[in-house]
Nanobody
Framework: QVQLVESGGGSVQSGGSLTLTCSSS????????MGWFRQAPGKEREAVAA????????YVADSVKGRFTISQDNAKNTVYLQMNSLKPEDTAMYYC???????????????WGQGTQVTVS
């Protein structure tokens, strides 16, 4: 019913940029929260950036602050992650996720995409 599909990943050189896109099968107006998460091999999944509609707030992890920007286009049911000044430590599988309610803990968010690989060398 609800499907999130990420795209835009790839391999780039250090210092380069990529824009990730998350396309939703339903109106993103339905979601109380949406965000981007990443997981490197052997590491736990971590939050990168998220937007909370109810409180009109945006979270950005300290590790990417000033380099990554989350945005959305409600008309296109799409969320973006603009990544600039990429570093090798940004290498990971990046996931888009969302929830209608119960946004407090992202680990409980029910909707997740399949992921898109970002490799920085």
């Amino acid at each position: 019913q609800v499907q999130l599909v990420e795209s835009g990943g790839g391999s780039v050189q250090s210092g380069g940029s990529l824009t990730l896109t998350c396309s939703s099968s339903v109106n993103i107006d339905n979601f109380g929260c949406m965000g981007w998460f990443r997981q490197a091999p052997g590491k736990e999944r971590e939050a990168v950036a998220a937007h909370y509609t109810g409180t009109a707030t945006t979270y950005v992890a300290d590790s990417v602050k000033g380099r990554f920007t989350i945005s959305q286009d409600n008309a296109k049911n799409t969320v973006y992650l603009q990544m600039n000044s990429l570093k090798p430590e940004d290498t990971a599988m990046y996931y888009c996720a969302a929830a209608v309610n119960w946004c407090a803990s992202w680990r409980d968010w029910p909707y997740w995409g399949q992921g898109t690989q970002v490799t920085v060398s």
